[in-house]
């Protein structure tokens, strides 16, 4: 079977996790801050706190946020379960916003007529996750603007498009959003195994997430409420988890990043055979500019395809070998969300995206061969 997705993995990866086995430290060691660092430097934000997923990343930038009980965040309706779960985790309600069918990525206009809704009915969102889907960046400074007039949070789920650029800026940058959220998963851009990142330019939700991600514990004198009772103390001030990232996996993602514009080139230069040679009726996703797509997933269309239709295309590819995907299946779909009450008809958009939509292999290694594979058993069908 031809994946849809494959990590790269070469000497100096192995080399990295090797020299971290045989250090002094396996975790809470130099690498992980090292890891941090070389992110946020390359996104030009000026925080970063790595954790071990993108999941653990999202629900530590809704904590810093406040949000909790009784408040709301809002999410697009086509993205994976975790940018919506989030907001779950700290008790909140979750809605979700429709998207452009053409793009798969929130609509602006859709976003503007909701909040103009929420404003009248006193149910405004206090954060929107906004999903940057395949690695295709949402329009970060329209999106603030939007957002910043009902007093909205914004958090970037970027687990696709580390890598990919917003205008000149690369995704990281944070200049229009509180939290940038990144994931080190086998199948995104660069991976550390499991693990994620949250980016920010603000010094209390940096404080606020790091202090989360390790027990809620400080070493901080000035932080502790009731002082130091001796340079041994440690004060937890609030619950907080443990999810920590490893050294381990820190050094494999430290020396993926060397390798992030190699990996983006190659997904690019992947995407434009693709979408040259795509036979008819298939179209590519609507990408504005492919030099700023990361190309996390290379997604091909069909105006007017049935779920029936797509089903029996999708089998018949899987036993060909051919390793095509679905993202995704829309979250108000999803029998927990329809349980608390979300109908999959109000997003027509949504609705009409997961029909038409289907995910084509991409990986840094694939061959000419497995991509003429794939062209030619579309084109058979
Ligand atoms: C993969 C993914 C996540 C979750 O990432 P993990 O690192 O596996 O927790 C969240 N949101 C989106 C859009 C993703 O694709």
Same mark, same amino acid.
């Given at each position: 079977?031809?994946?849809?997705?494959?990590?790269?993995?070469?000497?100096?990866?192995?080399?990295?996790? %090797?020299?971290?086995?045989?250090?002094?430290?396996? $975790?809470?060691?130099?690498v992980?801050?090292?890891?941090?660092?070389?992110?946020?430097?390359?996104?030009?934000?000026?925080?970063?706190?790595?954790?071990?997923?993108?999941?653990?990343a999202?629900?530590?930038?809704?904590?810093?946020?406040?949000?909790?009980?009784?408040?709301?965040?809002w999410?697009?309706?086509?993205?994976?379960?975790?940018?919506?779960?989030?907001?779950?985790?700290?008790?909140?309600?979750?809605?979700?916003?429709?998207?452009d069918?053409?793009?798969?990525?929130?609509?602006?206009?859709?976003?503007s007529?909701?909040?103009?809704?929420?404003?009248?009915?006193?149910?405004?969102?206090?954060?929107l996750?906004?999903?940057?889907?395949?690695?295709?960046?949402?329009?970060?400074?329209k999106?603030?603007?939007?957002?910043?007039?009902?007093?909205?949070?914004?958090?970037?789920?970027?687990?696709?498009?580390?890598?990919a650029?917003?205008?000149?800026?690369?995704?990281?940058?944070?200049s229009?959003?509180? %939290?940038?959220?990144?994931?080190?998963?086998?199948?995104?851009p660069?991976?550390?195994?499991?693990?994620?990142?949250?980016? $920010?330019?603000?010094?209390a939700?940096?404080?606020?997430?790091?202090?989360?991600?390790?027990?809620?514990i400080?070493?901080?004198?000035?932080k502790?409420?009731f002082?130091?009772?001796?340079?041994?103390?440690?004060?937890? $001030?609030?619950?907080g988890?443990?999810?920590?990232?490893?050294?381990?996996?820190?050094?494999?993602?430290?020396s993926?990043l060397?390798?992030?514009?190699?990996?983006?080139?190659?997904?690019?230069?992947l995407?434009?055979?693709?979408?040259d040679?795509?036979?008819?009726?298939?179209q590519?996703?609507?990408?504005?500019?492919?030099?700023?797509c990361?190309?996390?997933?290379?997604?091909?269309?069909?105006?007017?395809?049935?779920l029936?239709?797509?089903?029996?295309?999708?089998?018949?590819?899987?036993?060909?070998?051919?390793?095509v995907?679905?993202?995704?299946?829309?979250?108000?779909?999803?029998?927990?969300?329809?349980?608390?009450?979300?109908?999959?008809?109000?997003?027509?958009?949504?609705?009409?995206?997961?029909?038409?939509?289907?995910?084509?292999?991409?990986?840094?290694?694939?061959?000419?061969?497995?991509?003429?594979?794939?062209?030619?058993?579309?084109?058979?069908?």
């Amino acid at each position: 079977m031809i994946p849809y997705g494959r990590q790269h993995i070469d000497d100096s990866d192995i080399k990295a996790v %090797v020299d971290v086995l045989q250090s002094d430290f396996l $975790t809470q060691g130099p690498v992980v801050p090292r890891f941090e660092a070389a992110v946020a430097s390359y996104c030009q934000a000026r925080f970063a706190v790595a954790v071990n997923s993108a999941t653990s990343a999202l629900h530590l930038a809704c904590l810093a946020l406040g949000l909790g009980p009784g408040d709301r965040l809002w999410t697009s309706a086509i993205s994976f379960v975790a940018s919506a779960n989030c907001g779950r985790y700290c008790g909140a309600d979750v809605d979700f916003v429709d998207v452009d069918p053409a793009t798969g990525n929130l609509s602006l206009a859709a976003l503007s007529d909701k909040l103009q809704q929420a404003a009248k009915h006193g149910t405004l969102p206090k954060i929107l996750v906004a999903v940057h889907l395949a690695g295709q960046s949402l329009n970060m400074q329209k999106l603030a603007a939007i957002c910043s007039q009902y007093n909205v949070k914004i958090i970037e789920d970027a687990s696709h498009a580390i890598g990919a650029k917003d205008g000149e800026q690369a995704v990281g940058h944070c200049s229009y959003s509180d %939290v940038c959220v990144f994931s080190f998963h086998p199948v995104k851009p660069i991976t550390s195994g499991e693990g994620g990142m949250a980016l $920010t330019n603000s010094p209390a939700l940096y404080q606020q997430m790091q202090q989360l991600r390790s027990h809620g514990i400080t070493r901080e004198a000035d932080k502790m409420p009731f002082g130091s009772d001796g340079d041994w103390y440690y004060a937890m $001030t609030e619950l907080g988890f443990n999810f920590r990232m490893t050294d381990l996996s820190a050094a494999l993602g430290l020396s993926q990043l060397n390798k992030l514009p190699d990996f983006m080139a190659r997904r690019q230069a992947l995407a434009k055979i693709y979408d040259d040679a795509l036979p008819s009726p298939w179209q590519p996703l609507y990408i504005a500019q492919p030099s700023h797509c990361s190309y996390h997933l290379y997604v091909i269309q069909q105006p007017g395809l049935a779920l029936a239709e797509k089903a029996r295309l999708f089998k018949a590819l899987r036993e060909q070998g051919i390793g095509v995907n679905l993202h995704y299946v829309p979250i108000p779909n999803q029998p927990y969300y329809q349980n608390l009450g979300q109908q999959p008809a109000a997003y027509p958009g949504a609705q009409r995206y997961y029909r038409e939509s289907l995910t084509l292999p991409l990986f840094v290694d694939m061959s000419g061969d497995q991509q003429q594979q794939v062209l030619e058993a579309l084109a058979r069908l």
